[in-house]
């Protein structure tokens, strides 16, 4: 489950997951694209202000601050939920969906928002 919230200029994503591998750590972002048939049909993560360059491992630009991270560790029963708040309101411009990620998320340049494969995927009505 995936739910927005706003206030005073601000953006509040929580995440839950439920029957997931226990006792495991995942990365989780918000997307560009809704979720497809093919594991890339979400895009590359939404970004608040696009890094010029793609892919997008800068972490001027990957971090959590500029994209909406909800990186996450399942309890015993494969559940948890986490939260994140961003200085910012979406505009015109939207993210679609989010990912799963297999891997937590690395904050290194060059390597600065990566979470390994795709997990899993939940479209959603930003």
């Not at 029957?19 to 594991?39: I, Q, T, V």
Request: charged fraction near 15%.
């Amino acid at each position: 489950m995936v739910v927005e919230n706003t206030f005073d200029g601000a953006t509040t994503v929580t995440l839950s997951v439920r029957g997931l591998l226990p006792n495991r750590a995942y990365g989780a972002h918000a997307h560009a694209k809704p979720c497809g048939p093919g594991g890339d049909d979400s895009g590359a993560h939404f970004q608040h202000m696009p890094d010029p360059k793609k892919p997008s491992v800068d972490p001027a630009f990957a971090n959590p601050d500029n994209e909406i991270w909800l990186d996450f560790t399942t309890d015993a029963h494969g559940d948890a939920t986490t939260a994140n708040t961003v200085p910012w309101m979406f505009t015109d411009a939207r993210a679609g969906s989010v990912v799963i990620h297999a891997d937590p998320t690395q904050t290194a340049p060059g390597k600065a928002g990566t979470a390994g494969a795709r997990a899993g995927c939940v479209s959603v009505a930003f």
